[in-house]
């Protein structure tokens, strides 16, 4: 197999300038730059040029992927979204890290050494950044799930002791958005271990629902000068920090109309969260089971809905088998051999195989020279060859 490596970057919250693009132009011939956007792939050599600087400056985005089992992803996000004692919980080395800079955090998912060949064999990249790259957006608005998954990559990978405790689990695991599925996908983290992340979630409220009357009160509280404020961050294109301003006042009220300790999530270790994950696939598994089992039930109904049809006129039937075979060309011996199949089956159901084979017996004595048609209908198991 050849090498194969496939980057893109995108720039979200400003465009290149054209020296910019003159600059990243300097470094490949074939690349398709626009002022948002730097994609190329390679087969031979590599990119010139370090992607953590490139995200330092030019770009807020980047998808990498290589086909000896590796994938990154890189988000660049402004200082203000968080603050280090917040995201230094979820780092994990060579899983999710963070670096700074003088602006921006740079925050980078990884997978290494994925046992999925298949996956990287097949796959060239192109779909991840419209897939992750909403995940910006959800963390400029406060939502932490993303960094969580980054914590349980390193679980799923290995990476962490099992005496370790999980980072304070975000609201909202057991409901991910589609973002997040897509990120969980992209670095291999079990559906299970995700399940078990999120069973303490499934019992708490749900801080979108538009009639939380906790919410409605808050707002009736909240200050008019911070009403202003934000109103006019939105009215002036900042309608991203309008919403992470609301959420952090909203978030430290809850806190103080619910103390810490009283209604805060148990945090669990890696080995309990692993009990959990086992526990989680046996229930899975068995759900399965059912639905297979379901599944199969509705083919066996329809199935022989359909078997009683062609008994209601089993004459009708061979008429039909017959002309098929004097066509003497192979689609119809393969029509026939299918028809003949499911005639066993009506006469097995609604009548008798002893009838069956007294007419097939018939038929053949009609068309057992025709020795496609005979091989078809020995290999199908209907017919012996003499």
């Not at 600059?23 to 948002?36: F, G, M, Q, V």
């Not at 006042?249 to 890696?270: M, N, S």
């Not at 809905?305 to 689609?331: M, P």
């Amino acid at each position: 197999m050849s090498e194969y490596q496939y980057y893109e970057f995108v720039a979200i919250d400003e465009p290149l300038t054209p020296k910019q693009m003159v600059e990243l132009r300097s470094r490949s011939s074939r690349a398709s730059i626009t002022p948002t956007s730097f994609v190329n792939d390679y087969q031979w050599g590599n990119l010139k040029g370090d992607p953590v600087d490139w995200m330092r400056r030019y770009f807020d985005s980047h998808v990498y992927v290589a086909n000896w089992c590796t994938c990154c992803l890189y988000l660049r996000v402004p200082r203000s979204a968080f603050d280090a004692k917040t995201l230094q919980p979820f780092e994990i080395e060579s899983v999710f890290s963070v670096a700074r800079t003088n602006t921006h955090w740079l925050l980078e998912w990884a997978l290494s050494e994925s046992d999925n060949y298949d996956r990287f064999a097949e796959e060239d990249g192109r779909d991840w950044m419209g897939r992750l790259v909403p995940l910006r957006d959800e963390l400029l608005r406060g939502d932490l799930r993303p960094l969580y998954l980054g914590w349980l990559a390193g679980v799923s990978a290995g990476e962490v002791h099992e005496d370790a405790t999980e980072p304070p689990p975000p609201p909202g695991l057991s409901r991910l958005t589609a973002a997040q599925q897509s990120l969980a996908e992209f670095l291999e983290i079990g559906l299970d271990l995700i399940t078990a992340a999120g069973l303490p979630d499934q019992q708490a409220p749900d801080l979108d629902t538009k009639s939380d009357p906790e919410i409605d009160a808050w707002i009736v509280e909240l200050p008019t000068a911070e009403k202003a404020a934000v109103l006019k961050l939105l009215v002036t294109g900042h309608a991203q920090q309008a919403e992470r301003r609301l959420k952090l006042r909203l978030l430290a009220w809850q806190r103080e109309q619910h103390p810490i300790g009283k209604h805060e999530a148990r945090r669990r270790t890696v080995a309990e969260l692993q009990e959990l994950a086992a526990s989680a696939a046996e229930t899975r598994k068995k759900q399965e089971a059912v639905q297979r089992r379901k599944v199969e039930a509705e083919r066996r109904a329809k199935r022989e809905i359909y078997l009683r049809t062609l008994a209601a006129d089993f004459d009708r039937c061979w008429q039909v088998a017959n002309k098929q075979a004097e066509r003497g060309i192979a689609s119809a011996y393969d029509e026939v051999k299918r028809a003949l199949v499911e005639l066993a089956e009506a006469y097995t159901l609604c009548a008798s195989r002893v009838d069956f084979d007294r007419k097939l017996a018939q038929f053949m004595g009609r068309h057992g020279k025709r020795g496609a048609l005979v091989r078809r209908l020995a290999d199908a198991g209907i017919w012996k060859k003499s």
